[in-house]
């Protein structure tokens, strides 16, 4: 197993332990980024510790909370790290416990490899091309090295109990809109039996995953460093996250950032 593997996996960790120290505090220090999202001292935390740890391999790292890196330096790599320091920073922010820290690596457009942490409810998601992907929720085994720690995981997708006959949808709390509302009614004119199911940040992929859903409709703005970890561990099951309108698999490091709509199941 690539040792760049562990690395990044210790380096979520490290960074969700980080968050936690700031979750715990009463003053955020929350800030407002150009774009109007929210920024807080975690954020900038776990971004650092990520950055410094990523460096030891050598790849370049395309953060959200980086600097900007125009699309003539990028168009040329070949693989690269992928990372979202602490997605889900408005649940952060309501402390619903429902964040994540996301690193991919991301090799010709395509993610390969994902790593994605849930530090305040302690599920950590790995996805590793060729082996399957993994959730582990036991602390003692974190910071052991990959091919000992998915040894004492869960892989996925996990047995589930009978749905009863339900189509479970992944629906955004926040970002419920008219066009998802229109893709539920198409399932249910298919005579699927829908039940809308939720959790926050890049945890709705995961329950994919994990086989907790069937299927989640994204018909909103999302950035590729949103989905490229979770992506890995979806794709790591056989599973996959594509476009809505071609039914082609999500690209990265694309001039502009943003995902198309796209379903994953």
């Known amino acids: 197993m690539k040792n760049e593997y562990t690395i990044a996996t210790r380096a979520a960790l490290r960074a969700g332990e980080a968050i936690l120290e700031v979750y715990s505090e009463e003053d955020l220090e929350i800030e407002t980024k150009a774009d109007e999202t929210p920024l807080t001292r975690a954020d900038k935390m776990a971004h650092r510790i990520i950055r410094e740890a990523l460096e030891e391999t050598g790849i370049p790292v395309l953060s959200e909370e980086g600097r900007e890196i125009p699309y003539e330096e990028r168009r040329g790599w070949e693989q690269f790290w992928m990372v979202d320091p602490l997605d889900g920073t408005k649940e952060f922010i309501k402390r619903n416990g429902e964040f994540t820290v996301n690193i991919a690596l991301i090799e010709k457009g395509r993610t390969e490899f994902g790593v994605v942490f849930a530090p305040w409810i302690n599920e950590l998601f790995v996805g590793l091309p060729g ?28 047995e589930q109990e009978d749905a009863q006959g339900l189509f479970r949808v992944v629906a955004s709390r926040s970002h419920f809109n008219r066009e998802t509302e229109l893709y539920i009614h198409f399932l249910e004119l298919e005579g699927k ?8 940040s890049s945890l709705k992929l995961c329950m994919v995953a994990t086989g907790e859903a069937d299927v989640y409709p994204r018909m909103g703005p999302t950035m590729e460093w949103d989905t490229a970890a979770a992506h890995a561990v979806v794709k790591a099951t056989g599973k996959n996250v594509c476009r809505f309108d071609t039914g082609e698999e999500l690209e990265y490091n694309k001039e502009d950032l943003h995902n198309p709509f796209f379903l994953t199941r």
């Open 131 to 158: 082996m399957g992907s993994y959730r582990c929720v036991n602390k003692k085994h974190f910071h052991q090295p990959l091919d000992y720690l998915i040894q004492f995981s869960e892989k996925l997708p996990l």
């Open 193 to 200: 039996k829908v039940s809308l199911v939720s959790r926050g």
